[in-house]
């Protein structure tokens, strides 16, 4: 391999690379080939108190700064990033195994893209002035403080940004713990923001497990957790951060539904499932894995989504033409096979895939389930792997209650030719993202988050400033106090 992988170290605190080889062994390993391509240590308590430490001694200032300033340094930073996207791609696939074919289009590029939104919106925070009469209010927004964000090993840069640059943006200083399953692009988040000029201590990246990230949460000097991680985890960290009473974003995992009317348009409708299903390999939290097919078109789908998928290109995710990679890990493939087999045990129909593929690395067909039925697990429990369970519906209404009779809420797609049902099932949909005849867009400029299990708060858009700022009302009196006595 000509192509180094090894981070300079492990941690990038107060603007610079720092080991502490006391740390447990993390080995990261390609998913292509389950070769060992770096080597990183968890943080130990030095390493945090480090990293929390420099992070409030520079939160001030920084606060302090202008808007415009904090905003063109970011904006900077999105510049380098995309100029830097062949690289980062390339590392970012050896880090989740994702075709770079992927990668090289939605991960760096998707991180620049939320530096560059927060960075334009950095110099238009402000607040209000209430007038009452003589006296008035006017509001301040501030920063939090000190913010911690902990990512799962889907889209690792993607991840740090989306926490990071809110978080800037408005003032704060941020400690990132990146999975432990995919360490290594956050530290070029980190290393790109210092480069642009971002000043030491505002950006920080420890690694480390669960452990890690849990000490980081009952810090009682972090005011606010943003978690990128399943509901179980989610649960955890939400109940530690209420034992401190700080702000939290919660971006869990789903079992989003998608409605696919006799109207459709087929093609549309499978692209949409492909892109819901089958891209990064079915490990999106947002995917639409229990898909809905009105009983009209359900031979017809299944026919074209048949075809089409098998023009996947499975193989080596370095390869540019590549439009299919393996799981992230040995135990995320062991899962999705367990998943499999259970959907077999209990009655669905498999016709497409359903096995390990015969090569080096964690692959795993893509896969599909017909004739799923709402109470079987594989059409429950999110997956996280690339299996689809097509299900059957006939009515609109019945379709709908279907749709949101589970635990997740984060996203739900309808595919229909009939304008006003699509807005009707939009609006009945207990999601918080919808799609009308498409599936899985992200852009930085719409909100992004889920309802019900599926997480609280919202990333992106200007939605994510009031999740990393708070509100002061200064009360300004005009005349005497009037006192009863
Ligand atoms: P995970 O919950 O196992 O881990 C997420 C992160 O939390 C990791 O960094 C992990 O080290 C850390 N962690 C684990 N236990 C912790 C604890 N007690 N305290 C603090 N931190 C702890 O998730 P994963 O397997 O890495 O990622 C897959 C999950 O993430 C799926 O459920 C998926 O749906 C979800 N996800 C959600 C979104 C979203 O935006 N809603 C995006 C991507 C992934």
Known sequence: MTYSTQPTASHYINGAYVEDSNGAEISVIYPATGEVIATVHAATPAILEQAITSALAAQKSWAATSGTERGRIMRRAADMMRERNHDLSVLETFDTGKPYQETSVADATSAADALEYFGGLAATLTGEHIPLGEDFVYTRREPLGLCVGIGAWN???????????????????????????????????????????????????????????????????????????SVPTGRKVYAAAAEGIKHVTMELGGKSPI?????????????????????????????????????????????????????????????????????????QMNIVLGYIEKGKAEGARLVAGGSRLDRDG?????????????????????????????????????????????????????????????????????????????????????????????????????????????????YVAMGPVDAPY
């Open 155 to 229: 889209y690792p840069a993607q991840i740090a940004a989306w926490k990071g640059a809110p978080a800037l943006a408005c003032g704060n200083a941020i400690v990132f713990k990146p999975s432990e399953t995919t360490p290594l692009s956050a530290l070029k988040v980190a290393e790109i923001l210092h480069e642009a000029g971002l000043p030491a201590g505002l950006y920080n990246v420890v690694q480390g497990l669960g452990d890690v990230g849990a000490s980081l949460v009952t810090d009682p000097r972090v005011d606010k957790v943003s978690l990128t991680g």
């Open 362 to 474: 964690f692959f795993v067909e893509p896969t599909i389930f017909a004739d799923v039925t709402d109470e079987m697990t594989i059409a429950r429990e999110e997956i996280f792997g690339p299996v689809l369970s097509v299900l059957d519906f006939d009515d609109e209404a019945d379709g709908i209650a279907r749709a949101n009779d589970t635990e997740f809420g984060l996203a739900a797609g309808v595919f229909t030719s009939d304008l006003t049902r699509a807005h009707r099932v939009s609006a009945a949909f207990e999601a918080g993202t919808c799609y009308i005849n498409t599936y899985n867009l992200a852009p930085v400029e719409a909100p992004f988050g889920g309802s019900k299990a599926s997480g609280v708060g919202r990333e992106n858009s200007k939605a994510a400033i009031e999740h990393y700022s708070q509100i002061k009302s200064v």
């Open 259 to 331: 409605l696919i009317f006799d109207d459709a348009d087929i093609e549309a409708a499978v692209g949409g499932v492909i892109l819901g299903n089958f891209y990064s390999s079915g490990q999106i939290c947002s995917n639409g894995t229990r898909v809905f097919v009105q009983t009209g078109i359900k031979d017809a789908f299944l026919n074209r989504l048949a075809e089409r998928l098998a023009t996947a290109v499975i193989g080596d995710p370095q390869d540019p033409e590549t439009s299919f990679g393996p799981m992230v890990s040995e135990a």
